[in-house]
């Protein structure tokens, strides 16, 4: 069974830096892209950044780049979101969620149960 | 960019009739579109993905289609964990983008 547990979330005043993992298992991790999504209290979703199978190529949306760094380690089956500089529109619910393959032009086919970023003074 | 536009905003639907959902792309994704249900705090689920392909698990209930930029998801007969809100997604282009959804509610 695939399973992604987030973790990492919480309050955090603006200017401030969070690290969120997401931690994997039911799947071979290293053969498959992952990102992170967010949603807005009571909005849509929003695509935040990806990473490839390896690592090798990362993406991020206009509105986080240069704040936030995408990563993982494929030997501990986790993600990461290093998230710095955060701005009260960073507030959100933030979904780790799997692509259907190594790379980013496949849909998510699972995602996490989602952690609360709250920024806020 | 690529914007999506989902249509309508809330769906007023009695069990046991159909629902049809609709997506338009603000130009082509070829058939790189996927619908996901969000019910209230839950994450996302895949329904559909390459526009008319269901996803593991998912009942033959739901049914897409569409190419291009034009794309429905068909609720053919509405049960009680059908109401939810469903979003569309192409990943054609870089980046991947969303429709803002439509919920879908008990009339």
């Known amino acids: 069974e695939v399973q992604l547990l987030e973790s990492g979330g919480g309050l955090v005043q603006p200017g401030g830096s969070l690290r969120l993992s997401c931690a994997a298992s039911?799947?071979?991790?290293?053969?498959?892209?992952m990102s992170w999504v967010r949603q807005a209290p009571g909005k849509g979703l929003q695509w935040v950044s990806s990473?490839?199978?390896?690592?090798?190529?990362?993406n991020y949306a206009d509105s986080v780049k240069g704040r936030f760094t995408i990563s993982r380690d494929n030997s501990k089956n986790t993600l990461y979101l290093q998230m710095n500089s955060l701005r009260t529109e960073d507030t959100a619910i933030y979904y780790c969620?799997?692509?259907?393959?190594?790379?980013?032009?496949?849909?998510?086919?699972?995602w996490g149960q989602g952690i609360l970023i709250t920024v806020s003074s | 960019e690529i914007v999506m536009t989902q249509s309508p905003a809330t769906l007023s639907v009695s069990p046991g009739e159909r629902a049809t959902l609709s997506c338009r792309a603000s130009q082509s994704v070829s058939s790189n579109l996927a619908w996901y249900q969000q019910k209230p705090g839950q994450a996302p689920r895949l329904l559909i993905y390459d526009a008319s392909t269901r996803a593991t698990g998912i009942p033959a209930r739901f049914s897409g289609s569409g190419s291009g930029t034009e794309f429905t998801l068909t609720i053919s007969s509405l049960q009680s964990e059908d109401f939810a809100v469903y979003y569309c997604q192409q990943y054609n282009n870089w980046p991947q983008t969303f429709g803002q959804g439509t919920k879908v509610e008990i009339k």
């Open positions: 039911g799947f071979t991790f290293s053969s498959y892209a």
């Open positions: 969620a799997k692509h259907r393959g190594n790379a980013y032009d496949y849909p998510f086919d699972y």
């Open positions: 990473i490839t199978n390896g690592g090798g190529t990362t």
